[in-house]
C-alpha cells in the first residue's frame, strides 16, 4: 500500500522515555513488527523538488499524446515494475530506464530514495491510473506510430504528476481525527481502498487452485449430487464457445507468449496465428475476444466516473475483466501483470462464473453464490486432510481434519464448525467464508459498504465460532472423538476467499466499534486467526514440513503479529518454518499443468509433451521465483 510521505506516521510515542528517543543519539538496531512496515510511500513531484502539474494541465498532456505508442510504454512499465514493486534500487532502475541515466528526474528520485527504506518512486495504482487516463484522453493515433520527443517526455511528465494530482488526494484528512490516530474511520476507508492492489498470490497456487476449485471439485460426484450444483463448463462452452479449461490454457499461453511475466525478454503482441500450433486453432478468435477488449469497451467503462478522483485512482475492475488490449488488427496487448494473473487466478474465474449466474438471473446467481462456498469449503477441507490424515497404521497418533457435519439438537439444527483439528489438549477450529468485498468498499470505500462487509466477511463467521465453541463446550454440539473435557486451548480461524487488508483500523473496528471479539471471549479460547486461502495453503503447508500447527499459530499470534497479514509474518518470520509449498498444492499444480498442456496439444506424442511441460513450468517458476 502506499501513501505520500507527509502520511507516514513517524511520531514517537508519548510513553517512549526521554533517553530512548531518537534525539538522545541512540541507533535503533531491531524493532518490533508494525503494520506501518508494509506500508510504502510514493514520491510526488513536490517531494521531488519539482513544480507540481496541476489537473488539468495533467488531462490537456495526456490529450496532445498519441495513443498507441503512450499504452505500449505504460504496458512495458507495468510489466518491469512488477518484481521490483517494493525495491528500491529496483525502482531507481527503472527511473534511469525510462527518464535517463542523467535526468534531472533520476538524479531527485536517487536523493527521495536515500530518505527512508519505506520510500519508493513508482506504484502500481500509478501505471494503471495513467493506462485509465490514457484509454480516455489520448490522441487516436496509428498503432506503429513512434513517439516525437516531446510526447514521450508529455508522458512521463503525467507519469511524475499522477502520485500528487490524483492518487495524493485520496489520502487528504488522514490522521486529523484527533485521538482516533490510524484507527479512525479515514484510515479503514483508505486501506480498504488499498485493497486490491496488496500482496499478489503465487501464480502457482493461482493455477492450482483455480483447478482444485473450477475443474476438478466442480465436476467431482460430491459436487454433482450437492443440492445447488451448477454446471459451470456448461455455462462457460455456452457463453465463450470454449471449455473452462481450454479457456485458461488460452489464458495461461498469453500470459507466456506476450512475455509478460518475464523481465529478460522484450514484450510480444499475440494475435490468433500464435495458437496455430495448438489445438486451439479453430477457436483462437473466441479465447482472444474473452481476454481482450478494443480501446472503446474500456473507454466507455471507465467514461462513466471520470469524475469521480477517488475511481480514477482505485477501480482497475475492466483491467480485471478483459487484461489485453485489442488492437484493430487483432493483436492483443496484456495491460500489466497484475490484471493477466488475476484473470487466471481463482478470483477471475470466479468473477467470470458470477457474471454468467448473474445474466442468468436472481435465482441462480444465489444458486451459484452457495455452490461457491460449498466449493471453497472442500478446497480448505482438502488442503488439512492430506496434512492430517483420517487415520493411520503407525503407532504414532496423528490428529485429523474433521469436516462440516450437520446435528439436530433440542434448539433445532446446529452445524459443527467448517473444519476441526483435533490436536487433544489444542483444537483448531475453522470457519470458511467465500464472499468478497464488495467494489462499494474497494474503489468506493464507502463506510456502509465497508461495515456491511466486515459483518459478512468476519463479523457472522466470529459469532458463529463463538456460538459453536460454547456448544462444544456445553455438549450441545459433539465432534467425533474428540474429548472437549481434554481440550485446553481452542484456537479460532476464519478463511475467506479474497479477505480485506488487516490493519490496526480494521482490527480496532473489531475490537472497540463492535465488540464483537467478545464472542470470542471465554476461556482457554486463543487470539483470532484471519487468513485468505493462499494463507492457509501455506500454514498447512508448513505443517506438512514437519512443524506443529499450534506452534505457529502461537507465534503468528503474538501481540506484534497478531493484527497483520499472514503472508507478512510469512515472508518476515514464517520462512523461518519453511517453504509453505505442500505437496498437496503442488500436486494440483502440476495436474493443472498436464491438463492445459493436453488441451493446447490434443493428444501429443510423448517427446511434444515432454518439452512443453519443461518450457511451461519454465515460465511458471521463473515468475514464482
Known amino acids: 500500500m502506499y501513501l505520500p510521505t507527509q502520511f507516514l506516521p ?19 538496531v531491531a524493532r518490533p513488527p508494525s503494520f506501518m512496515d508494509q506500508v510504502r510511500v510514493f514520491a510526488t513531484q513536490e517531494e521531488l523538488g519539482l513544480e507540481p502539474t496541476r489537473r488539468d494541465v495533467l488531462l490537456e498532456t495526456i490529450r496532445e499524446i498519441p495513443f498507441w505508442p503512450a499504452m505500449k510504454v505504460a504496458a512495458r512499465f507495468q510489466r518491469d515494475l512488477w518484481p521490483v514493486r517494493t525495491k528500491q534500487e529496483g525502482q531507481l532502475e527503472l527511473a534511469r530506464r525510462f527518464y535517463g541515466e542523467d535526468s ?3 538524479e531527485r528520485a536517487t536523493a527521495f530514495l536515500a530518505g527512508g527504506e519505506q520510500r519508493v518512486l513508482f506504484s502500481e495504482q500509478q501505471l494503471f491510473a495513467l493506462q485509465k487516463l490514457i484509454l480516455l484522453y489520448a490522441n487516436d493515433s496509428d498503432p506503429e506510430q513512434e513517439f516525437a520527443d516531446d510526447q514521450y517526455a508529455g508522458l512521463m511528465v503525467a507519469l511524475a504528476a499522477i502520485p500528487g494530482s490524483v492518487l495524493g488526494p485520496q489520502a487528504e484528512g ?3 481525527g484527533g485521538e482516533g490516530g490510524v484507527s479512525d474511520e479515514t484510515w479503514l476507508r483508505l486501506f480498504v481502498g488499498h485493497g486490491g492492489f496488496i500482496g499478489r498470490g503465487s501464480i502457482k497456487h493461482e493455477l492450482a487452485r483455480t483447478h482444485l476449485l473450477y475443474v476438478a471439485g466442480a465436476n467431482a460426484d460430491g459436487a454433482k449430487a450437492h443440492v445447488d450444483y451448477c454446471p459451470l463448463d456448461q455455462w462457460v462452452s455456452e457463453a465463450f464457445g470454449l471449455s473452462l479449461l481450454e479457456l485458461q490454457a488460452a489464458g495461461f499461453s498469453l500470459w507466456a507468449g506476450s512475455k509478460m511475466g518475464d523481465v529478460e525478454a522484450t514484450p510480444v503482441l499475440v494475435d490468433s496465428s500464435y495458437f496455430a500450433p495448438t489445438a486451439l486453432a479453430d477457436r483462437a478468435q473466441p479465447a482472444l475476444d474473452a481476454l481482450s477488449a478494443p480501446r472503446e469497451w474500456y473507454r466507455n467503462l471507465f467514461s462513466k ?17 478483459r487484461p489485453a488490449l485489442k488492437f484493430d488488427d487483432g493483436r492483443v496487448m496484456p495491460f500489466a501483470p497484475r490484471a493477466l494473473e488475476g484473470w487466471l487466478g481463482a478470483t477471475g474465474a470466479y468473477s467470470r462464473l458470477f457474471d454468467l449466474a448473474l445474466a442468468k438471473g436472481a435465482s441462480t446467481r444465489e444458486r451459484f453464490t452457495r455452490f461457491n462456498g460449498y466449493l471453497v469449503e472442500q478446497h480448505v477441507l482438502a488442503i488439512a486432510r492430506a496434512v ?7 503407532a504414532i497418533w496423528l490428529p485429523k481434519a474433521i469436516g462440516e457435519k450437520v446435528r439436530q439438537t433440542r434448539a433445532g439444527e446446529s452445524r459443527t464448525p467448517d473444519v476441526a483439528l483435533d490436536y487433544g489438549r489444542d483444537l483448531v477450529l475453522i470457519e470458511v467464508t467465500s464472499g468478497r468485498p464488495t467494489t462499494k468498499s474497494i474503489v468506493d470505500a464507502d463506510p456502509e459498504a465497508i461495515r456491511r462487509d466486515i459483518e459478512k466477511l468476519i463479523e457472522a463467521k466470529i459469532e458463529q465460532l463463538g456460538k459453536r465453541i460454547a456448544d462444544l463446550r456445553d455438549g450441545t454440539l459433539v465432534l467425533a472423538d474428540v474429548r472437549m473435557a481434554d481440550v485446553e486451548h481452542i484456537w479460532p480461524i476464519i478463511v475467506n476467499s479474497e479477505g480485506l487488508l488487516q490493519t490496526p483500523a480494521l482490527w480496532d473496528y473489531l475490537r472497540e466499534r463492535t465488540r464483537v471479539l467478545a464472542a470470542l471471549d471465554q476461556p482457554g479460547v486463543q487470539p483470532l486467526t ?5 494463507d492457509a495453503e501455506r500454514l498447512m503447508g508448513l505443517t506438512a514440513e514437519g512443524h506443529q500447527l499450534v506452534a505457529i499459530l502461537e507465534h503468528k499470534t503474538q501481540p506484534g503479529w497478531r493484527d497483520r497479514e499472514f503472508a507478512s509474518w510469512f515472508e518476515t518470520e514464517g520462512r523461518a518454518y519453511g517453504s509453505g509449498e505442500s505437496a498437496f498444492i503442488g500436486e494440483a499444480s502440476t495436474a493443472s499443468f498436464n491438463e492445459l498442456i493436453k488441451v493446447l ?19 511458471r517458476d521463473d515468475v514464482d521465483a
Do not use: K
Not at 14 to 28: H, K, S
Not at 312 to 318: G, K
Not at 388 to 394: K, L
Open 530 to 534: 484471519l487468513l485468505d486461502v493462499e
Open 104 to 106: 534531472g528526474y533520476t
Open 388 to 394: 492430517h490424515p483420517a487415520s493411520s497404521s503407525s
Open 174 to 176: 488522514i490522521g486529523e
Open 10 to 28: 513517524m511520531q514517537v510515542p508519548a510513553d517512549v522515555p526521554p533517553e530512548f528517543r531518537p534525539e538522545a543519539g541512540l541507533i535503533v
Open 601 to 619: 496439444l490434443g493428444n501429443p506424442t510423448m517427446e511434444e509433451y515432454q518439452a512443453r511441460v519443461d518450457a511451461l513450468r519454465q515460465d
Open 305 to 321: 466516473s471520470e469524475e469521480d478522483d477517488r475511481r480514477v485512482a482505485f477501480e482497475i475492475t475492466p483491467f480485471l475483466q
